[in-house]
């Protein structure tokens, strides 16, 4: 009795061992399509006999799946050659950084990224902002201009120094491992902006009726549209994958840095002395390619006619000293008070509008956060473009709500440094509604200007303080309380 | 699996075999158990199951003493109740024929065994006060690192924070504006006690340096100063050890510990680095022609 008692707890409690370690297997991750991609109807391509769905066929042909990825020599993509090396064995195999990349996305990104990078893992729905989608192909905190696409270095800058004010961590002591992470960050987001600038090309080849469901099937249309259709998509699959592999590329190319505009073109400058060429300039931001290059004399203060190597007149500069153009003591490495002062006034001005958004106050409740804004035409609802969002407030081009920044707080998503906050006001956020003022302020100092106002406010709000420049400008008046008027 | 651990297993089951057929089960369960842990503890180090190697802090060497006395008293007492209870249990174990007889204990005993322990607890709370009231106290600290706190640590899920004070300036309780950033990577200077002021910015997170033996919660809302010297030249892990949140296990930094010298450099390295502006001959370069390295006092 006794005896099968204790036998008996044995077998149960390693029943129970067995029964918590579990036998079920993880399911196989796999690249989820975009909710666009999945209206379409399946169309036959080419001489196919079934019909599948273009834009999914295209991207399993060119991209593969996370378990077997396929390295598409046309991207500006550093795949990994096998390498002879015997230190690290595992890069003998023919595209080991992209695998490895992977590897390392799965263990440290995934889980907020989402497997096909659309900001969409399992932890995406508790964090505020939310992760980045990769698949537009926009980032918000990057060095290039405009629109282009963040270089290498951009991308290890965020990883690095993570982003504060947001759940992005820093993952600098990754250090060697961060190379293929950036990588597999590039190919996931230029396999999600081909899936969706596919979808804009069939909607232009097909229209808008054929992808909704239960419109007309493309497969059992008449022979000739069917040509029409298979001319239309080859020259679509042509065109979208140069067009990326071009914007890719770009992105690491020196131009396309954003660095501060050495000199300023006036055009009603006077000739004051004969210029002596020395030194080079940079105009309006663009640098000239080489046989251009223009040389002046480093003299402060006055106006240089500019002639290229040529001896093409090319316009005139004003030499500003350093102080004047960027604002700063240079004794003290402060900004001067009449850089304040200007920057003061360009935040409040009609021009310019910091306040409309960052606020009367800087704490980024600007009257623009009170607005119903418009969906746009580059937003994943894309179909919904022109109708009204039902929050109040900004949003991005994820559709996220959005909120201007708080200026007073001192933090700083794209980076500290002056060169980085230059960058946002001589370009605007990619993605979100901050503008940039580089075509609106052509002159250098301006721009630092308002650098040296904004590194200022957290730390000195007296700034904010005195008449307002403009007079149509007026904050609201204070809410007056009736029961104190009373 | 090693082929030692099947052995062990395949040993440890026989002798429990054996004990039941013997009716000598439970004896044979409770030495088995006492010891595999005696084993298992002696056997640990070389598995690197035991603490990260010796203590890289003089602080870190005397929590390392007092851990190793309390577990040789803790030792002895494990095998001396042990010794007793297996003895119990041959001696006394159930016999045919033999009726039970009824104690209703021993007063003096009982007196015993309750001073003893007492007696041995208000020893370890007596003898280790000094430690914890130089690892805790404020007051009690380098009277130079405490007023020149090194850096002040945010934590924060699931990163460590770090500002510095611009070179030459005092840490100040407010950001500045020449203050210097960075996340994960902390550097101080070796070989003297400095200071961080630990801070949260979200939940409970804790400041562990497993190799100096430091470790000290960090709370919301509180500003805690943290103590410790380094007693190497090179990088040591900074890990949370509070469960913060589902990234806890990612929340890692690095601590380094160089030369004076080198440690100045650093902070003006980054210096430079932060008041990049692109220009060429601007901030960068003005802080640079500052940042003249002044001879500072030392105590």
């Known amino acids: 009795m006794n005896r099968s008692r204790q036998f008996f707890g044995t077998v149960a409690v390693l029943v129970g061992v067995a029964l918590c370690g579990g036998c079920a297997k993880s399911p196989e991750p796999k690249f989820v399509l975009a909710k666009s991609t999945e209206e379409i109807v399946p169309v036959r391509i080419g001489d196919e006999k079934t019909a599948v769905n273009p834009v999914e066929a295209a991207l399993h042909e060119n991209f593969g799946t996370p378990n077997s990825l396929v390295a598409w020599e046309l991207f500006p993509l550093d795949y990994g050659k096998a390498e002879d090396d015997l230190d690290h064995p595992e890069r003998g195999t023919e595209g080991w950084k992209l695998l490895h990349g992977r590897n390392l996305y799965m263990q440290h990104c995934v889980h907020c990224h989402g497997t096909s990078g659309d900001g969409a893992g399992p932890t995406a729905k508790f964090l505020n902002p939310r992760p980045r989608d990769y698949r537009l192909g926009k980032f918000k905190f990057k060095s290039t201009a405009g629109a282009i696409r963040p270089s290498r270095e951009d991308l290890r800058t965020t990883l690095e120094h993570g982003i504060p004010g947001t759940s992005m961590p820093s993952f600098v002591l990754l250090k060697d491992d961060l190379e293929p992470i950036i990588e597999y960050v590039r190919f996931l987001s230029m396999r999600g902006e081909y899936e969706f600038r596919l979808y804009k090309g069939i909607q232009g080849i097909l229209g808008r009726k054929v992808l909704a469901k239960g419109g007309s099937v493309p497969a059992e249309a008449p022979e000739e549209a069917r040509a029409e259709f298979n001319d239309g998509w080859k020259d679509t699959l042509e065109q979208v994958s140069t067009d990326l592999a071009e914007a890719w590329t770009t992105a690491d190319a020196p131009e396309s840095i954003i660095n501060p505009r050495e000199a300023t073109i006036l055009d009603d400058a006077k000739v004051l002395a004969d210029p002596k060429p020395r030194g080079s300039v940079k105009f309006s931001g663009e640098t000239l390619p080489a046989d251009r290059r223009v040389k002046l004399d480093h003299k402060e203060g006055q106006y240089w006619a500019v002639k290229s190597l040529k001896d093409e007149e090319l316009g005139f500069v004003h030499h500003e000293s350093l102080e004047a153009r960027t604002g700063i003591d240079p004794k003290t490495g402060k900004p001067t008070e009449k850089s304040l002062k200007r920057g003061r006034e360009l935040y409040y001005s009609q021009a310019v509008a910091c306040f409309k958004c960052h606020g009367y106050g800087g704490r980024g409740d600007g009257p623009s956060t009170e607005d119903f804004w418009e969906v746009g035409n580059d937003s994943p609802l894309f179909q919904y473009a022109g109708q009204k969002y039902e929050v109040r407030g900004l949003h991005d081009d994820w559709d996220n709500h959005l909120e201007p920044r708080n200026l007073i707080r001192g933090v700083y998503r794209g980076g500290r440094r002056p060169i980085d906050l230059y960058r946002k006001v001589f370009a605007g956020i990619n993605g979100a509604k901050m503008p940039g003022f580089s075509t609106s302020l052509t002159n250098d100092s301006d721009l630092w200007d308002l650098v040296n106002f904004v590194t200022t406010l957290p730390y000195d709000q007296s700034i904010l303080q005195g008449p307002l420049p403009d007079p149509s400008v007026q904050p609201p008046a204070a809410p007056v309380n009736p029961q104190a008027s009373n | ?299």
């Open chain 2, 1 to 299: 699996m090693s082929p030692w651990l099947i052995i062990l297993s395949l040993g440890s089951a026989a002798v429990l075999l054996a004990g039941a057929l013997t009716k000598k089960f439970w004896p044979a369960f409770f030495g088995l158990s006492a010891v595999a842990t005696v084993g298992i503890s002696v056997l640990a180090p070389s598995y690197r199951w035991w603490l990260p190697g010796g203590a890289q802090s003089p602080m870190g060497t005397e929590i390392d003493d007092l851990f190793y006395m309390i577990l040789i008293i803790t030792t002895v007492t494990y095998i001396a109740v042990h010794v007793v209870l297996i003895t119990a249990l041959i001696k006394f174990s159930g016999k045919p024929g033999v009726k039970a007889s009824f104690s209703h204990g021993s007063h003096a005993l009982e007196v015993v065994w309750t001073i003893v322990p007492a007696a041995i607890l208000l020893f370890i709370s007596l003898y280790q006060i000094d430690v914890w009231m130089r690892f805790r106290n404020f007051a009690t600290f380098n009277r130079h690192s405490r007023e020149n706190p090194v850096a002040e640590v945010t934590a924060r899920q699931f990163e460590w924070r770090i500002r510095y004070p611009a070179p030459g300036k005092k840490l100040m309780q407010k950001p500045q504006p020449d203050d210097l950033y960075t996340v994960n990577d902390l550097h101080v200077p070796f070989g003297e006690p400095v200071v961080i002021q630990l801070r949260s910015e979200d939940v409970l997170h804790s400041f562990f340096l497993p190799h100096l033996r430091i470790k000290q919660d960090a709370v919301p809302g509180a500003i805690i100063p943290v103590q410790f010297q380094a007693n190497f030249e090179g990088e040591q892990e900074l890990v949370c050890a509070e469960l913060c949140g589902w990234g806890h296990y990612k929340m890692r930094g690095q601590l380094t510990a160089q030369r004076k010298s080198e440690f100045d450099k650093y902070l003006r390295d980054l210096q430079a680095r932060q008041s990049d502006d692109g220009v060429s001959g601007g901030r960068a370069a003005a802080v640079v022609t500052q940042a003249t390295p002044k001879a500072e006092n030392h105590p």
